[in-house]
C-alpha cells in the first residue's frame, strides 16, 4: 500500500542476506512518518510488547523475524533445543491474546528443531520468517476479493449508490504488513470504482482508528470519516451502515470472536439493526483449540496510562482526575451467534464448529 505515493510494507529486511529488520513504528503515526531497525530479539519483543507494531499478523511475523534476529546474537555460536526453546517461550510472552503470535512461533520452532549449526539455522529462520511474511500478504489479498463480493452486492442493491461500512480498531495494511483484513475488501472496491465510504471508529484508548486507519484511508483516497465510539448504534438505527466490517486476534472453532475493546457492542447494534456483521481474518488468528471464547481466550490487561492519558499531535494530556482507579481491557468476544459470516483467504463460511472444519479441510 502507500505513503505519499510510496508503496511500502510495514515491516521488511533491508537486504537477503541483513541481519536487521526495518519496521514503521506505528506510535508515530500519523503525525510523523518514522522508520525503526530491529537488531536484536530484544529489539523485536519490544516492539510487539510496546505497540510499535500492531494487529494479529504482522504480530506473528515480527515474532518470526525476532527470532531470526536471536540467532545473529555475537554469543549465539550453535543452537541447541533448550535455547530454541527459551527464546519462543519468552517470545510468547510479548502479547497474550493475538493467537497469530504463538502460531508464528510454533512455526519457527518446527523449522529450526533439530538443527545445531547457527549459520544454517539462521538461514532457514530467515527464509522461514520471509515465508511467513508472504504467507499473510497473500491471505490478506485473497479477503480481498473474496470480501469484495459482499460490497458488490451492496453496490448493485442500491443501484451503484454509496456503500457504507463501518470498522472497529485497525485491521488494515499496517497491521497486516499488506491490503489489511477488514480494509483489504474496501481497497479492492475503491480500485475497482466503488462507489464506498468508511465510518472510521476512533477505537479508544489508543485510538488505532483514528491513528491509523484514518491515516492509511486518507493515503489511499478512500473516502473516509472519523467517529466517536460511541457513534455507531445511531448510525445504524439511521440507516447509515451497510456492512461492519472488523478483523479478528483470535477466532475459536465455533466462531467466537476476539478483538478489539468495543467490538462487541457493534456486534450487537449490527443484529438489533438487521446489519450484516462480518469479520475477515487469515487462517493463522483461528485457535482451534479452543471452543469457548468467553472462558478460554486470554484478554490482555493493559497499562491504566493509557485510558488516564491521552496521546496526540501535540504531546500527551491526563484526562481522568488524579487517583481514580482505571480499568484498561484491550479486547472482548463477540459470540457467533452475532456473526454474519468470516471472511478469509480459503473462502467465506459461517461462524459455527461445522463451517470452520470444512473450510479447513480445503
Not at 513504528?25 to 537488531?39: E, V, Y
Not at 483516497?221 to 461492519?244: A, F, I, R, S
Not at 477466532?251 to 439493526?273: E, F, M, Q, S
Request: hydrophobic content about 40%; some cysteine; proline content about 4%.
Amino acid at each position: 500500500m502507500q505513503i505519499n505515493g510510496q508503496h511500502f510494507h510495514t515491516i521488511w529486511a533491508e537486504s537477503p542476506n541483513s541481519d536487521s529488520i526495518k519496521i514503521i513504528d506505528q506510535n508515530q503515526l500519523p503525525f510523523h512518518f518514522r522508520l525503526k531497525t530491529l537488531k536484536t530479539f530484544g529489539d523485536a519483543f519490544s516492539a510487539i510488547r510496546d505497540m510499535e507494531v500492531r494487529g494479529a499478523p504482522l504480530i506473528g511475523v515480527t515474532a518470526a523475524y525476532g527470532l531470526f534476529l536471536a540467532l545473529c546474537g555475537p554469543d549465539e555460536t550453535e543452537l541447541t533445543e533448550a535455547r530454541l526453546k527459551t527464546f519462543c517461550d519468552e517470545m510468547k510472552t510479548a502479547r497474550p491474546t493475538a493467537i497469530n503470535l504463538a502460531w508464528a512461533v510454533d512455526e519457527m520452532y518446527k523449522t529450526l528443531k533439530g538443527i545445531s549449526n547457527i549459520e544454517t539455522a539462521k538461514s532457514m529462520a530467515f527464509q522461514k520468517a520471509e515465508a511467513l511474511k508472504q504467507q499473510e500478504i497473500e491471505a490478506s489479498s485473497n479477503i480481498g476479493d473474496h470480501g469484495l463480493k459482499l460490497i458488490e452486492a451492496l453496490s448493485a442493491k442500491k443501484n451503484g449508490d454509496m456503500v457504507n461500512i463501518l470498522t472497529h480498531c485497525n485491521a488494515g495494511w499496517l497491521a497486516c504488513i499488506d491490503w489489511g483484513t477488514a480494509t483489504a475488501p474496501i481497497y479492492k472496491a475503491h480500485h475497482r470504482g466503488i462507489k464506498i465510504h468508511v465510518w472510521v471508529d476512533e477505537t479508544r484508548p489508543r485510538n488505532q482508528g483514528s491513528k491509523l486507519t484514518a491515516f492509511e484511508l486518507k493515503q489511499e483516497g478512500v473516502p473516509h470519516t472519523v467517529n466517536p465510539d460511541n457513534t455507531g448504534g445511531h448510525l445504524m438505527q439511521h440507516g447509515m451502515v451497510d456492512l461492519v466490517l472488523v478483523g479478528s486476534d483470535r477466532t475459536t472453532r465455533t466462531g467466537d470472536v476476539c478483538n478489539k475493546i468495543g467490538t462487541y457492542l457493534k456486534a450487537l447494534a449490527a443484529y438489533d439493526n438487521n446489519i450484516p456483521f462480518y469479520v475477515a481474518l487469515p487462517s493463522s488468528s483461528f485457535d482451534l483449540s479452543l471452543n469457548n471464547g468467553l472462558s478460554e481466550i486470554p484478554i490482555e490487561e493493559r497499562n491504566a496510562d493509557e485510558v488516564r492519558y491521552i496521546e496526540g499531535k501535540e504531546g500527551k494530556v491526563q484526562l481522568v482526575p488524579d487517583g481514580s482507579p482505571v480499568a484498561n481491557y484491550g479486547f472482548d468476544v463477540t459470540p457467533a451467534r452475532l456473526v454474519s459470516g468470516l471472511i478469509t483467504e480459503k473462502g467465506i463460511c459461517q461462524a459455527n464448529e461445522s463451517a470452520i472444519n470444512e473450510l479447513f479441510e480445503k
